[in-house]
């Protein structure tokens, strides 16, 4: 096999399905827009030590430690010309790196501290996700975002933020989401919110098996009906490895196996947090051997200091993968994306798999 280069993976079609807008704003914008907002909690001013901050103060071994560094990048974007701002940022940064169809997920409940209220932090973010298509499309690449609602696990406003999904979702929201600590905040929680997604028939994933183990993982399927599962990176402790290195599913791990329940696997943060004790030895190998519905995700670009081509290359390196492989990721995410089936099935034909096969007759 041909050993992969990142350059080549840059030139990849990508589909990325857990990545979260304050997670990835460039850190440049993050001082510009201190500035702007008269925002004075930053540890360092400058851009480039930012940078360098962030990813120190993620890269703890602790998903508490690294949701504290959100206060700055939420901090900042609290009017509608800053959320406008990186959402646009976004979009182009994704389009730059061979992203062709994006889900990014943001918590409206997050960015109402100066005023604003919860529709006008939706339309500014859309908005913005509108102009960074258009700039990307000048720029000679082809992006689609969908964008998640994100609830916080660790609120009330659950069921506002799933009447937003639903009342957006013609207008580019293509799914809800909960997201925070994990360890005393079942998704159960937040059932009122789950039953009436269901009843309006629309999608959405749940953060479960990151810091959290298998209680959450059967708690967001089973009791909540979670189309998805972000992270679910602990489902690998329902498999177990005998002495002659086979596998053996326990009944969690064969439903999500045969229900093909999507995860969003994000492994550099991963490892940041703790789930997983580094890239060679993240589950992500097994559970692709498995035939699981395996997808790769940033999570958070900035705090993680990575992009797709980053977190491809990583698990080619670790794992021995090729193009075939990676077409195989590429896929499993577009077909669990939450926009219409026809238009995944499109992406798939007339983008993802014409892409990988130029790439792989031009080695």
């Avoid at 399927?221 to 599913?249: K, N, T």
Wanted: glycine content about 8%; proline content about 4%.
């Amino acid at each position: 096999m041909v050993e992969l280069t990142i350059e080549d993976i840059r030139r990849a079609p990508k589909v990325l399905l857990h990545d979260h807008l304050d997670g990835g704003v460039r850190p440049e914008t993050v001082a510009e827009l201190a500035d702007e907002t008269g925002y004075t909690g930053l540890p360092v001013a400058d851009a480039d030590g930012l940078g360098r901050w962030f990813r120190a103060a993620a890269d703890s071994g602790s998903l508490d430690r690294y949701l504290e560094t959100f206060a700055h990048t939420v901090g900042v974007t609290q009017t509608a010309g800053a959320l406008h701002r990186v959402a646009r940022e976004c979009a182009e940064d994704l389009a730059a790196d061979g992203v062709v169809y994006a889900e990014v997920r943001f918590a409206p409940e997050l960015h109402v501290e100066r005023g604003l209220d919860l529709h006008e932090v939706v339309e500014a973010v859309l908005a913005g996700f509108v102009e960074g298509q258009r700039r990307a499309a000048e720029s000679g690449y082809s992006i689609r975002i969908g964008t998640l609602l994100t609830a916080m696990r660790t609120a009330a406003r659950s069921r506002r933020i799933a009447e937003l999904v639903v009342q957006y979702r013609d207008r580019g929201v293509v799914g809800f989401d909960i997201a925070g600590r994990e360890a005393g905040y079942p998704p159960t929680r937040h059932l009122d919110a789950f039953e009436y997604l269901r009843r309006e028939n629309a999608h959405f994933t749940i953060h479960a098996g990151e810091a959290f183990g298998l209680p959450s993982i059967w708690e967001a399927i089973q009791w909540c009906g979670a189309d998805r599962l972000g992270h679910g990176v602990r489902i690998v402790d329902d498999i177990r490895i005998d002495s002659e290195g086979v596998a053996h599913l326990g009944p969690l791990a064969a439903y999500v196996r045969d229900r093909r329940i999507p995860l969003e696997l994000c492994p550099t943060s991963n490892v940041m947090t703790g789930a997983a004790p580094s890239i060679a030895e993240h589950p992500i190998g097994l559970l692709a051997a498995l035939r699981f519905r395996v997808t790769l995700n940033t999570d958070n670009r900035l705090m993680s200091d990575t992009t797709m081509s980053q977190e491809m290359d990583q698990v080619c390196r670790a794992f021995g993968w090729g193009w075939e492989d990676l077409r195989w990721l590429t896929v499993n995410a577009m077909k669990s994306a939450f926009i219409p089936f026809d238009e995944r099935l499109a992406l798939i034909d007339e983008v993802i798999k014409p892409g990988y096969t130029r790439l792989m007759t031009d080695r």
